[in-house]
């Protein structure tokens, strides 16, 4: 994880200033949908959840990075039968200075939000066990579906999945990290952006991308 840009935020109400989302120029082929398709061979398991409940805990040893301890309630899953719950350790989160160090392609998350993870092995990926890192996250934001960096997803009429402009939705760009606000400012982000598909249709194309793979 060498080529992360660790940043170091220090208080409340904190804004980011992160580089927009460099994962795909509006109408460009979703992230999500060339992962499935080029390296599929790599993912453990693809779920569906609600984040409930999310742990901070500072650097363990010698390790660099903070940890940041999510867990979801497992609503749907493909490729494999695990547990109800499914917790992620992802790098970043709040040092015992008070710092909050993010790594700039970790994803954040808030409790109660819903996501499609696309998972990949812990061994291999201890600070983020997500195929792509930030690329294989979805957020489910009032029943619509988004790229981690705010990009609103569709399916074009040939069936490919695509990624269009970045919506201002706030639940998409402004995060609690263990009691203070990170805002991620995206500058390109509109609130004039088309719908997203809804969780149904990315379900409905999930079904059919893994038809047969169970």
């Given at each position: 994880m060498s080529?992360?840009?660790l940043i170091l935020l220090t208080g409340c109400g904190v804004d980011g200033g992160l580089a927009p989302d460099r994962l795909a120029e509006p109408t460009s082929p979703a992230p999500l949908g060339l992962l499935l398709s080029e390296h599929r061979d790599r993912l453990d398991g693809v779920v569906l959840g609600t984040v409930s409940a999310i742990q901070y805990l500072p650097p363990e040893g010698d390790a660099p990075f903070a940890r940041t301890l999510v867990t979801w309630d497992v609503e749907s899953e493909w490729l494999s039968d695990g547990p109800e719950s499914l917790?992620?350790?992802?790098?970043?989160?709040?040092?015992?200075?008070?710092?909050?160090?993010?790594?700039?392609e970790v994803p954040l998350f808030n409790p109660g939000e819903q996501d499609l993870l696309l998972l990949v092995d812990e061994a291999t990926s201890p600070w983020c066990p997500l195929l792509g890192c930030e690329a294989g996250v979805v957020r489910i934001i009032e029943g619509r579906a988004y790229t981690a960096g705010g990009h609103a997803l569709s399916l074009d009429a040939s069936g490919v999945l695509r990624a269009g402009d970045v919506a201002a939705h706030p639940a998409l760009h402004t995060f609690d990290v263990d009691g203070s606000t990170l805002t991620l400012r995206r500058p390109e982000a509109s609130d004039r952006t088309p719908p997203a598909m809804t969780t149904a249709d990315l379900t409905a194309f999930l079904h059919s991308s893994f038809r047969g793979d169970r």
């Open positions: 080529s992360l840009l917790t992620l350790q992802l790098g970043g989160g709040r040092l015992l200075s008070g710092d909050i160090q993010h790594l700039s």
